[in-house]
């Protein structure tokens, strides 16, 4: 295990939570203000080339020529890198609308894997759904004609998406269980749900394939104990300390952490501590041997060498 030692922080506006790079070393992050940004690498410039409706969160590209972004309440979009147009994609399933929406991943023929983390609470609520344990999260399939179905339901707070490189399956973080689950897609196992890796030494947030093909886990907080004593609970007590101030409630500690794992759930990479003027560490990508980070709460991305 080594620690963020050699951690560069760059400044991009408030709360980038997910992070992407492009062939050119570029970074895109979308912010609590519903920007997106790019930013030319570590000292490069910072430059606005979109603003969608909702609070965008996970990104991932859509062919060569849009952003997917998933946007929380407004649902998931795509976004025109040449002029920052934004259409609509998916913002309701069966007649009922989606409002929290997270994370997704895409396949190369511009199928999309993405989740709704609850359907009781909205992303900023996210406190009360891990509270209540609603589990009510679900990843989701969207075809490139439009088609939604439904892959798994059940999950705690369903969050980060990652896709296998040869898209025999889909994983999904669940936040509130500490644990990585996956569907397979392809051969004699299509359709069967499995865990990756369980037991994480925090709740996962994003999660993302690297292009060295391991799958980037990332842990904001280590596993809260006063949570897990709280599920113990009977529902009717999870409801009421659900409703009590925030700054009663569990919260986040504040050693940050990233995994990687391979394909059967190995551990190959950890890395844990503090990033000064970083905090709540929620997305990640790693490409080419480098790091890059995103940040619910703060107002910078970090990069680190591998």
């Given at each position: 295990?080594?620690?963020?030692?050699?951690?560069?922080?760059?400044?991009?506006?408030?709360?980038?939570?997910?992070?992407?790079?492009?062939?050119e070393g570029r970074v895109y992050s979308g912010l609590a203000d519903g920007r997106i940004v790019r930013v030319g690498g570590p000292g490069g410039p910072v430059e606005t080339i979109a603003r969608v409706p909702g609070r965008p969160l996970g990104l991932e590209f859509l062919g060569e020529d849009e952003l997917l972004?998933?946007?929380?309440?407004?649902?998931?979009?795509?976004?025109?890198?040449?002029?920052?147009?934004?259409?609509?994609?998916?913002?309701?399933?069966?007649?009922?609308?989606?409002?929290?929406?997270?994370?997704?991943?895409?396949?190369?023929?511009?199928?999309?894997?993405?989740?709704?983390?609850?359907?009781?609470?909205?992303?900023?609520?996210?406190?009360?759904?891990?509270?209540?344990?609603?589990?009510?999260?679900?990843?989701?399939?969207?075809?490139?004609?439009?088609?939604?179905?439904?892959?798994?339901?059940?999950?705690e707070f369903a969050n980060g998406v990652a896709l296998a490189a040869d898209g025999s399956w889909v994983a999904v973080a669940e936040t509130g269980a500490a644990r990585v689950r996956r569907v397979w897609l392809t051969g004699e196992r299509s359709g069967v749900a499995e865990d990756l890796v369980d037991d994480l030494p925090g709740h996962p947030d994003n999660i993302a394939l690297g292009s060295d093909g391991l799958v980037w886990i990332t842990l904001p907080s280590p596993r809260v104990t006063s949570l897990a004593a709280i599920h113990r609970l009977p529902a009717p007590l999870r409801v009421l300390l659900s409703r009590l101030p925030r700054w009663l409630q569990p919260r986040p500690g504040r050693t940050l952490g990233v995994l990687a794992v391979d394909g059967s759930g190995r551990e190959v990479h950890?890395?844990?501590?503090?990033?000064?003027?970083?905090?709540?560490?929620?997305?990640?990508?790693?490409?080419?041997?480098?790091?890059?980070?995103?940040?619910?709460?703060?107002?910078?991305?970090?990069?680190?060498a591998v």
């Open positions: 295990m080594r620690d963020f030692s050699g951690t560069t922080v760059v400044a991009v506006g408030e709360g980038p939570e997910d992070v992407l790079v492009d062939g972004v998933c946007a929380s309440d407004a649902g998931l979009l795509a976004v025109t890198l040449a002029d920052g147009a934004v259409r609509t994609l998916v913002d309701r399933v069966a007649g009922a609308p989606l409002e929290a929406v997270n994370n997704a991943a895409v396949a190369a023929d511009g199928t999309i894997y993405f989740t709704d983390s609850s359907q009781r609470f909205r992303i900023p609520d996210w406190r009360a759904d891990l509270v209540q344990r609603t589990a009510s999260g679900r990843l989701f399939r969207r075809t490139p004609e439009g088609a939604v179905t439904l892959l798994l339901d059940g999950l950890r890395i844990s501590g503090e990033i000064p003027g970083f905090e709540m560490l929620t997305g990640v990508r790693e490409a080419d041997g480098r790091l890059w980070f995103g940040s619910l709460t703060g107002g910078t991305v970090a990069t680190l």
